[in-house]
């Protein structure tokens, strides 16, 4: 009869699982991050619609430049909600109503895009002051980059906005500039540590294999 020392297994098991749990401690991934530079001139056109019965308009704002970086050459602003601070004469643009005391309406974006599946998703706020001694309408703000799509996929980071548009323009047409924007987004990146898994597995069988080929013969 063969008898079998249970024992003996437990022993030779405790090495076995030592080694499974320093495999799976060697397949963690590291994070690192893609940051990349966007500096970019886009002309612009700004639609102004009033809301009825409010003080509050609803602007769309599109751009355009065919050299723009990583080819987003298309920049759009929708649901955006402006009005003039009665306290500075400044134009106040917010994506999100409430603030204007409007509710029901729908969270204005900004995206980035051109004629591939790479894009930006963010949101915005600016101020614009008017400059009747030049005849234009200076404005600023930020941009914080929330998302993307394709190689953007996760995206985060800042941009500052400055745009300029020409007051001496038929005011019933969109008025048209230009808005700078400057800074840079980062997209997420996983990095394997090296692949030691396989290798450590492949030498804790074999050990453990030879330790029980011992005890049994």
Same mark, same amino acid.
């Given at each position: 009869?063969?008898?079998?020392?249970?024992?003996?297994?437990?022993?030779?098991?405790?090495?076995?699982?030592?080694?499974?749990?320093?495999?799976?401690?060697?397949?963690?991934?590291?994070?690192?991050?893609?940051?990349?530079?966007?500096?970019?001139?886009?002309?612009?056109?700004?639609?102004?619609?009033?809301?009825?019965?409010?003080?509050?308009?609803?602007?769309?704002?599109?751009?355009?430049?065919?050299?723009?970086?990583?080819?987003?050459?298309?920049?759009?602003?929708?649901?955006?909600?402006?009005?003039?601070?009665?306290?500075?004469?400044?134009?106040?643009?917010?994506?999100?109503? &409430?603030?204007?005391?409007?509710?029901?309406?729908?969270?204005?974006?900004?995206?980035?895009?051109?004629?591939?599946?790479?894009?930006?998703?963010?949101? *915005? *706020?600016? &101020?614009?002051?008017?400059?009747?001694?030049?005849?234009?309408?200076?404005?600023?703000?930020?941009?914080?980059?929330?998302?993307?799509?394709?190689?953007?996929?996760?995206?985060?980071?800042?941009?500052?906005?400055?745009?300029?548009?020409?007051?001496?323009?038929?005011?019933?047409?969109?008025?048209?500039?230009?808005?700078?924007? *400057?800074?840079?987004?980062?997209?997420?990146?996983?990095?394997?540590?090296?692949?030691?898994?396989?290798?450590?597995?492949?030498?804790?069988?074999?050990?453990?294999? *030879?330790?029980?080929?011992?005890?049994?013969?």
């Amino acid at each position: 009869m063969i008898k079998i020392n249970m024992r003996s297994h437990s022993i030779c098991l405790v090495p076995l699982v030592f080694c499974l749990v320093s495999v799976g401690a060697n397949t963690t991934k590291a994070n690192a991050q893609t940051i990349y530079p966007f500096d970019v001139v886009y002309d612009t056109e700004v639609t102004l619609t009033p809301i009825p019965s409010t003080d509050v308009s609803k602007a769309f704002v599109s751009g355009f430049n065919s050299d723009a970086p990583y080819g987003l050459s298309n920049f759009s602003s929708i649901n955006n909600y402006s009005r003039i601070d009665p306290n500075t004469g400044n134009l106040v643009f917010v994506q999100d109503a &409430t603030k204007f005391g409007l509710q029901g309406l729908p969270i204005g974006r900004d995206e980035f895009f051109g004629s591939g599946d790479d894009k930006l998703f963010g949101r *915005s *706020s600016a &101020t614009a002051a008017f400059d009747f001694i030049n005849r234009k309408l200076v404005g600023s703000g930020t941009i914080t980059i929330t998302g993307g799509a394709g190689r953007f996929s996760g995206a985060t980071g800042i941009f500052n906005l400055s745009e300029i548009e020409s007051l001496d323009q038929n005011p019933t047409s969109p008025l048209r500039g230009q808005a700078f924007l *400057s800074g840079s987004f980062q997209t997420p990146q996983q990095i394997p540590e090296p692949r030691t898994g396989a290798t450590l597995f492949g030498i804790c069988v074999i050990g453990i294999s *030879s330790i029980l080929r011992r005890r049994y013969l």
